[in-house]
């Protein structure tokens, strides 16, 4: 029998960035998941404040060198890879000369949000998909964490539900306290559109901002958990009114195994 192949795709992962609640998950899952005789493969963006020499991160040539369009501009997708040798996991980051050069992830050192994060998740979405695709590799579970993740559960259910490499995967999404504060343009709806996405399937978008970013993502998801005991209890609350399956808070001695659970729950 085939081993269950998880897709991670992570706003935060340590030793690449600070620890914190998101980071340490984004670490310690997949190895837990992995050595529980699951296949996994891990993906987060390629902040410019990642030190790529010290992490030792290389181009992977072989699956750099497309273009996404996003409102009317290309935009080269650069892939990069790097190891966690204790692990023995690889997180491949996507990166991009217009997105992801910045020497700071979400919000720059004056803690202020970056004006095209909109755009910026859209990339990275859409990046993680096509790479995805590229290593001809499909995943029975995706578990996207943070709200930069948010789209993922969109385009997978309508842009690509014909697809063959995502036709039977499960979405998982965790919800953090990692809400923020700026509205993005009503243009957003327009850019993060592709084939087989309506206006009728991004209305909860109104107006685009984090809470309503998240319901798009539980709207389109088959599971949530709470990641972090903080999470916005609106979001929560939303989840589990939802009808879907809902896993809470979980300690860090706890988290894997309820995890890995939950996946084969879905997955039936």
């Known amino acids: 029998m085939d081993k269950t192949k998880v897709l991670f795709i992570s706003q935060e992962i340590t030793p690449y960035l600070p620890e914190t609640e998101m980071s340490k998950i984004g670490r310690y899952l997949p190895q837990g998941i992995q050595e529980k005789g699951k296949e996994i493969r891990t993906f987060m963006p390629r902040y ?44 491949y980051f996507i990166d991009n000369e217009d997105y992801f050069q910045r020497k700071s992830t979400l919000v720059d050192k004056e803690g202020a949000e970056h004006l095209d994060n909109d755009e910026r998740a859209i990339f990275f979405a859409r990046g993680v998909l096509e790479t995805t695709k590229k290593l001809r590799w499909a995943p029975d579970v995706i578990h996207c964490h943070g709200w930069f993740t948010g789209l993922v559960p969109l385009y997978i259910k309508k842009a690509m539900n014909e697809d063959p490499h995502f036709a039977n995967s499960k979405l998982v999404y965790s919800v953090y306290n990692d809400d923020f504060t700026t509205t993005f343009s009503d243009s957003f709806r327009d850019k993060l559109k592709l084939e087989g996405i309506e206006d009728s399937d991004i209305e909860v978008l109104n107006p685009c901002n984090f809470e309503n ?37 979980q300690a860090e001695d706890t988290y894997v195994d309820a995890f890995n659970s939950f996946y084969d729950d879905l997955l039936g």
């Open 48 to 91: 410019g404040c990642i030190n790529e020499r010290r992490n030792q991160l290389h181009e992977v040539i072989r699956l750099s060198g497309m273009n996404l369009i996003i409102d009317d501009t290309d935009h080269p997708l650069i892939i990069k890879v790097a190891s966690i040798q204790a692990a023995r996991m690889q997180v």
């Open 213 to 249: 970013l998240s319901k798009l993502a539980i709207q389109y998801c088959d599971g949530i958990i709470q990641g972090h005991p903080d999470a916005n209890s609106e979001i929560i609350e939303y989840a589990k009114n939802s009808g879907k399956p809902v896993l809470d808070f």
